[in-house]
């Protein structure tokens, strides 16, 4: 069946500028998690959703950064005003059950380039 | 934080050897998983090992857990060029308010000279 899908693939865009991220979960898949990657810090945990809630938005570096998901499917992660140090690729996981008791499959990831 | 760290960083052998890399981490966890990653783009999951069990299988990998010295190994045998990638260890914590995401370690590098 299919992965996890992330649109778009790749993009650059100005200093200043807003961007959104998209993540096609696996269908049926209840939990998903969005991930960053960047030289510097490595990957590291962003937000997670079980269904359409997301019951802690701590890991989210700074409130430019938001996200939402609806109908317990697609996910999208908002960067506003987009500052250098967002470059990195940003990654969309999603698994079965809830709470990181199973596997969790990545999407091919976003990579973002602020210029 | 870093809840894993790997060793070595980076690894280099020929085709046909085997591969070892090793985590350790810092808190109890549910369980901890390894994933390969090409050329910096998605994390291929490869093999999940839950706290309560000791070692696992999975074609040419094997995965051995141990939770009294907080540390996890992957060996891969009979390496193959294909085999070249980085591969880090994830970790989900144990405890009440976790919300299950996995916690990386910094990755091994592994080249495998054809």
């Known amino acids: 069946g299919a992965g996890v899908s992330q649109s778009p693939s790749n993009k650059v865009t100005e200093k200043g500028k807003d961007v959104e991220l998209r993540c096609d979960p696996i269908s049926g898949h209840t939990a998903l998690y969005w991930y960053r990657q960047s030289l510097g810090q490595g990957l590291e945990f962003l937000i997670y959703f079980q269904g359409n809630s997301a019951p802690d938005k701590s890991g989210l570096p700074s409130d430019r950064f938001s996200a939402e998901r609806t109908g317990g499917s697609v996910s999208t992660l908002t960067i506003q005003r987009t500052q250098q140090e967002d470059s990195a690729v940003y990654l969309c996981?999603?698994?079965?059950?809830?709470?990181?008791?199973?596997?969790?499959?990545f999407g091919p990831g976003t990579r973002l380039t602020v210029l | 934080s870093q809840q894993g760290e790997e060793d070595p960083q980076a690894l280099s052998i020929q085709e046909g050897e085997n591969a070892t890399m090793n985590c350790s981490y810092k808190?109890?966890?549910?369980?901890l998983q390894w994933y390969r990653q090409n050329s910096g783009r998605g994390l291929v999951h490869l093999i999940l090992i839950r706290s309560n069990e000791r070692e696992k299988h999975s074609g040419r990998l094997r995965v051995t857990l141990d939770t009294s010295k907080k540390s996890s190994s992957l060996l891969i045998t009979a390496s193959r060029a294909a085999d070249t990638a980085s591969y880090f260890c994830a970790s989900t914590l144990n405890y009440g308010g976790s919300q299950g995401n996995l916690i990386f370690g910094k990755g091994t590098k592994l080249s495998v000279k054809p």
């Open positions: 808190t109890s966890i549910n369980n």
């Open positions: 996981a999603s698994s079965l059950g809830p709470s990181g008791v199973g596997t969790q499959y």
